[in-house]
């Protein structure tokens, strides 16, 4: 999300030639049929846009959402069931559910009624999320801990308990959302960027365990005016960066050809994939292994040239090991 209006006035000032604009017509249409999904945050913003747009191609969806403000305070019931019978009015089926993701006897409970209503889950998309924006200076470690809890011990709970049904049934869909918060980083929102990176390297991890199953687990990096953004995003920008404009991201990441292990962004209509790759670096003597010879090689060390994107983190541990085997025995 965006960290302020002028962070955003910036963006949309950007000329229009440095981007590609692609217009063409799409036939292949993406169906979820006969697959259940939960959607987390759901009855409001991108997780009611998200909801409502499996249900119209075909999935079944449990609406969550504990109702409350957007700091994470109070609760309701109303938003969720609000989303169901929107779901329902226009022939598609779904069930709410108020479960605050951040107690696992209330996900849980979601869970096995969504198993006994229909047999599966096959779809968790985790949206839910709060904000406690403030100066780290300023933030209390109260607001920092609640908004990690929720965003980031949210995803890991409504994940662990779908997890098992998935691994069963050999297929799930996992997605996770982060934000340029985490992966950029924006002024007063140190509790949000942590949680929010903190995504990133659960959906690294889950990707490696789960594909043994055809669990594809996935991350949205989304920017859309909702609640959440209200008074942050400059004027008129409410209507290009629309929840429905992200939305498409969302189901494209959990559909049955989904890719794994992606980071895509999705903003008015904008789609990009966000990379984190690895300089190749040097390995260093042991009689060089300082300070002063890490000043001295820095260029070396950043160097981009044949960067890589490693997979898992073993892969930088062995490539290391074989450049220092290599340095030891030019000594």
Not at 88 to 100: C, L, R, S, Y
Not at 204 to 215: A, M, P, R, T, W
Not at 252 to 281: C, F, H, K, M, Q
């Amino acid at each position: 999300m965006f960290g302020g209006a002028r962070d955003g006035a910036q963006m949309l000032a950007y000329s229009l030639g440095e981007y590609e604009a692609i217009e063409e017509d799409l036939t292949m249409a993406i169906s979820f049929d006969g697959r259940v999904a939960i959607v987390t945050g759901a009855g409001a913003g991108l997780g009611r846009s998200h909801a409502l747009d499996l249900a119209r191609r075909g999935a079944k969806v449990v609406v969550n959402d504990f109702g409350g403000a957007v700091d994470g305070s109070g609760g309701s019931s109303g938003p969720a069931e609000a989303v169901v019978a929107e779901i329902a009015a226009a022939g598609g089926e779904a069930i709410a559910h108020g479960a605050d993701v951040t107690n696992a006897d209330q996900v849980a409970h979601m869970v096995e009624t969504a198993m006994e209503k229909w047999g599966r889950i096959d779809i968790l998309i985790n949206n839910a999320g709060i904000l406690r924006d403030a100066s780290f200076h300023k933030g209390s470690i109260e607001d920092f801990e609640k908004v990690v809890d929720v965003h980031l011990m949210g995803a890991v709970i409504c994940s662990k308990a779908v997890w098992p049904i998935m691994r069963d049934q050999a297929y799930g869909r996992v997605l996770v959302t982060t934000s340029s918060s985490g992966v950029y980083g924006n002024f007063g929102q140190s509790n949000y960027g942590a949680a929010k990176m903190g995504l990133v390297g659960l959906m690294n991890v889950l990707v490696i365990e789960g594909k043994k199953y055809d669990i594809r687990v996935n991350a949205l990096c989304p920017a859309a005016a909702t609640r959440m953004t209200e008074g942050l995003l400059p004027p008129g920008a409410d209507a290009l960066l629309t929840p429905d404009s992200v939305t498409p991201a969302a189901v494209y990441l959990v559909s049955e050809d989904s890719p794994n292990r992606t980071i895509l962004n999705a903003t008015a209509g904008g789609y990009s994939v966000t990379y984190i790759e690895e300089t190749r670096g040097i390995a260093l003597p042991t009689s060089q292994q300082n300070a002063e010879a890490i000043a001295e090689n820095w260029e070396k060390i950043t160097d981009e040239t044949g960067a890589e994107r490693l997979v898992e983190g073993n892969q930088q541990t062995m490539k290391f090991a074989v450049m220092a085997q290599k340095v030891a025995q030019s000594d």
